[in-house]
């Protein structure tokens, strides 16, 4: 527990010295609470947030009782060939804001709804765009690992990290950096940005990736429906891509049961 408490002062002290402005304490809503803000709140402010290459912004809400930040992202962009950044070439890329509601909704079908903002679609400025619940952010891990921070609690930090790397295969998330992977003060993991997974690809990306697995998701990816994630991710994906959704499904469920049947459950499952 000392330790616990030193690591977290050394954090603030840290977050203090950069010029991090700790954000007030969230206020206590329920999703649907949520979704409906972000919904229907006035759009107040906005200002670009200077990260990643699909020029997302963060906007004000106001209802009048409360104001909170949301993160809006537009971009939809298909081309039939891309050049990524390690210099290979992805056929068929999608950029795509539709991913981002989409993962979400999956994400709670998995349960993992916990790990990720509420995000809805939303117009702006004529566009239409993800929404996404501004998060209490303490630093992403990019900037933990650059200030060589470590987690108080390394196996609980390490549990995070091994179910948001299932999900990653899950979804075929093709730009799973450290940038999209926040941290808050109380040592929580968020995903966000989405908008480059969901490929056609009946493969896991990297199973590399794959360490240990939580035993609850591992259920709930077994009981999957394909017709119950048609239905939730509806109109963000189409038959075509859900397909792929669940064959990878498969592969994880076979990666994992195979593992289990190896080096029995206490080696494989927390």
């Not at 106001?62 to 290979?88: C, F, N, P, W």
């Not at 592969?251 to 494989?268: N, P, W």
Request: glycine residues 4%; aromatic residues 10%; contains cysteine.
């Amino acid at each position: 527990m000392i330790r616990s408490r030193r690591v977290g002062v050394a954090v603030l002290v840290w977050l203090a010295a950069a010029g991090w402005a700790l954000v007030a304490q969230e206020p206590n809503l329920t999703e649907e609470q949520m979704r409906e803000f972000l919904l229907k709140a006035k759009i107040v402010d906005s200002r670009p947030i200077h990260k990643g290459v699909t020029s997302p912004w963060r906007l004000t809400l106001s209802d009048g009782r409360l104001k909170h930040d949301a993160a809006y992202q537009s971009i939809d962009v298909t081309k039939a060939v891309e050049q990524m950044a390690d210099g290979s070439n992805e056929f068929g890329f999608r950029d795509s804001y539709h991913f981002n509601i989409a993962a979400f909704e999956l994400a709670k079908l998995v349960g993992l709804g916990d790990m990720m903002p509420v995000t809805v679609e939303r117009s702006w400025r004529g566009d239409k765009g993800s929404l996404s619940w501004w998060l209490p952010v303490m630093m992403d891990e990019e900037q933990r690992r650059q200030k060589k921070v470590e987690p108080p609690d390394k196996n609980a930090w390490n549990k995070q990290v091994n179910r948001m790397w299932v999900f990653s295969q899950l979804v075929y998330d093709t730009d799973r950096n450290m940038t999209n992977m926040l941290i808050t003060e109380d040592w929580k993991v968020w995903m966000i940005d989405f908008s480059r997974a969901f490929r056609a690809f009946h493969k896991l990306q990297d199973p590399r990736v794959l360490g240990m697995c939580d035993r609850q998701l591992l259920e709930r990816l077994r009981h999957l429906d394909e017709r119950e994630v048609l239905e939730k991710t509806k109109p963000h994906l189409d038959k075509t891509l859900v397909k792929a959704v669940m064959a990878r499904r498969d592969l994880i469920v076979a990666f994992y049961e195979k593992r289990i049947a190896e080096e029995g459950e206490a080696a494989v499952l927390y």
